[in-house]
């Protein structure tokens, strides 16, 4: 395919804007996947993906329009899933910035329409849902003038639903997206934008040819980790996997060449022809650091073999998740696992059980920390994404915590109620920007483990729906912090033990031993909740022993005799306490978590 004749585009949005309702209209219009084959997000491959309604993975296809060859990648457009969107900007040479007509601009249409600008693409504007009642064109199209400074009229006006406008949107990306830039004859130059594992072929590997071209059969090697490797298949997606003879300069698509993990494949690498010849390495992306970071351990039927092997085979098609092993005194052998936020780490669990089959406790997430730490060596930065990892209290000299600048989205009539929760978390004001006479955006300077976990669902509280959130990560800044053991019948229960702020400690610990004592089911005898710091108890619980009447049977007679009973009994409880283990149910553990958002 000649280099003129090809665009290389894809759709960004913020979530829920109708981006793959949009690929459904293009794929049928081009007829890339005839009508009857049709179904709603036909691209949302996952049962997860299907059910929640919303994009996880990047997909990519190749259609065939009026001569051009158009490549189109579909993105998320959740926060969490923000690498994935950078990921594909780079393959492409234009975007489609898709806008809701219903809710104007939102927080990722900023950060998606930001990555694309900087990536250098081009960008086409469209608005989306014009046939609801409920559409704002004007005002949309002046928060787009005011936010993004894109001219109204280049705007066009679709609905992906009826297929209104879809046609002249293609067009607009013919007439717009540049071609890409390559030598079709110089040696082979591509670029790894994602991978996947297939049980028959092993690694399939995503490509974007820069220059060159690849058939069947030529040696290829990966200029990050140095292999070679045999070049077994190269195709298209159609959205199948379809094979072809080769892949030329600009093409989008895919090969398989034997690799057996994904973990050999470094997302962002070059692909260049084996041996020496000289080709210069592509810049690549920044590795996904993860944020947020939970302990999966086995329950029930699973045991820890099987849930290892569960989570190689889930980490084989999502290479952004990380894990290693650990042990708790509490749960026993388990892992750590860090993902990329919350939802990141739902889907995950969810996969766990649906796909893997396996039974887990997950420990309430935390996010990373830093801590200056005297050590035998000196003193030393440490980083920690578990409580129970933490030295002694009397070593650490200074604690850092995450910090993100945050962009709120919302109407103007509900600031103040924003900007009342983000103070309440700690956040520092940065500005305000009218991006029309009713919304505007919002910046905090905020705490990350203040925003993780119930943040999203207070801000979607206060805006009756209509605020959204967009966070950047900033780095690690000196804070007041301490680490805040719980103690069940006296023993420590490394995995409830959490990293807060001193000036919420007793709170916060008062917090979660009343939840707790909710959870933890009364024993035959009196068993304490403690929560501390260092050696000091701040707050403390009691769940009240079991009491069975052992002096039912005696009616009447002398008092001496129900004593003798009693302590009997009270002999028996003392004893039983001194050997007694408090089992710890999972929704204890889901508890610690909860109980922060009932609180607030």
């Known amino acids: ?40 997000q036909t691209l949302d491959s996952n049962p997860l993906e299907r059910e929640r309604g919303i994009t996880i993975k990047a997909k990519a296809v190749a259609m065939n329009y009026k001569g051009y060859r158009l490549n189109l990648i579909d993105t998320p457009g959740h926060v969490d899933f923000t690498y994935e969107v950078s990921r594909s900007l780079a393959a492409c040479e234009g975007a489609v910035l898709l806008v809701d007509a219903t809710q104007g601009v939102q927080a990722q249409t900023v950060a998606n329409a930001m990555l694309a600008v900087e990536g250098g693409l081009t960008i086409v504007p469209a608005l989306n849902k014009i046939d609801m009642q409920a559409a704002q064109v004007h005002e949309t199209l002046l928060e787009l003038e005011n936010s993004l400074q894109i001219p109204a009229d280049e705007v066009l006006q679709t609905s992906a639903k ?86 030329g300069a600009g093409e989008v698509g895919y090969l398989t060449a034997n690799i ?21 390495a592509m810049p690549g992306y ?15 039927e699973t045991d820890y073999e099987e849930l290892k092997k569960a989570l190689e085979r889930l980490s084989l098609n999502d290479s952004s998740f990380k894990w290693q092993p650990e042990t708790s005194e509490a749960l026993g052998f388990g892992f750590r696992c860090g993902f990329l936020g ?37 003193r030393h930065v440490l980083r920690i994404d578990n409580p129970a990892k933490l030295p002694d209290d009397n070593l650490i000299d200074e604690w850092r915590e995450p910090m993100v600048r945050a962009s709120i989205i919302c109407p103007s009539d509900n600031i103040g109620g924003i900007m009342a929760l983000c103070e309440g978390r700690r956040g520092r004001y940065e500005k305000t920007e009218y991006i029309s006479k009713n919304r505007v955006i919002l910046t905090y300077k905020l705490p ?3 925003i993780v976990y119930d943040f999203y669902d207070k801000l979607k509280s206060i805006t009756r729906g209509y605020g959204t959130l967009d966070y950047r990560f900033l780095g690690y800044e000196q804070a007041k912090l301490a680490h805040l053991r719980i103690l069940v019948g006296g023993q420590e229960v490394d995995a409830l033990s959490v990293i807060v702020h001193r000036d919420n400690a007793d709170q916060k610990g008062r917090k ?32 009240s022993a079991l009491k069975k009447n052992v002096t039912a049977k005696c009616y009447g007679g002398d008092i001496s005799r129900k004593r003798k009973l009693w302590e009997k009994q009270k002999e028996g409880k003392k004893r039983m306490k001194s050997i007694g283990r408090v089992e710890i149910p999972q929704e204890a553990f889901m508890a610690v978590l909860r109980a922060e958002e009932e609180a607030d």
């Open 1 to 40: 395919m000649i280099l003129e004749k090809i665009r290389n585009f894809c759709i960004v949005a913020h979530i829920d804007h109708g981006k793959s309702t949009l690929a459904d209209r293009i794929l049928e219009l081009t007829g890339t996947v005839a009508q009857r084959d049709i179904k709603e």
């Open 260 to 280: 057996k993990s994904v973990r050999d494949v470094r997302v962002g690498d070059t692909v260049a022809p084996a041996g020496d010849v000289p080709v210069k």
């Open 448 to 450: 990350f483990a203040e």
């Open 342 to 378: 919350l939802l990141h780490m739902e889907i995950v669990q969810e996969r766990l059980e649906r796909e893997e089959g396996v039974e887990l406790i997950q420990t309430a997430p935390n996010v990373t920390y830093e801590i200056l730490a005297r050590t035998h060596h000196g």
């Open 162 to 247: 009826l297929g209104t406008g879809v046609a002249e949107l293609l067009e607009a990306v013919i007439k717009r997206v540049p071609p890409p830039e390559g030598d079709p004859k110089a040696p082979l130059r591509a670029l790894i934008f994602d991978s996947q594992y297939n049980d028959y072929r092993g690694v399939v590997v995503y490509v974007r040819i820069i220059d060159g071209r690849v058939k069947r059969g030529d040696r290829i090697r990966f200029l990050g980790n140095g292999t070679e490797h045999e070049v077994e298949y190269v195709g298209l997606f159609t959205p199948q996997m379809k094979e072809i003879d080769a892949l």
């Open 512 to 543: 979660i031993l009343r939840a707790l004592r909710k959870e933890i089911p009364r024993q035959m005898f009196e068993v304490a909740l403690q929560a501390g710091i260092g050696g000091k108890i701040i707050a403390r619980e009691d769940i």
């Open 286 to 300: 920044k590795e996904p650091l993860p944020v947020v970071f939970c302990g999966f351990y086995p329950t029930g």
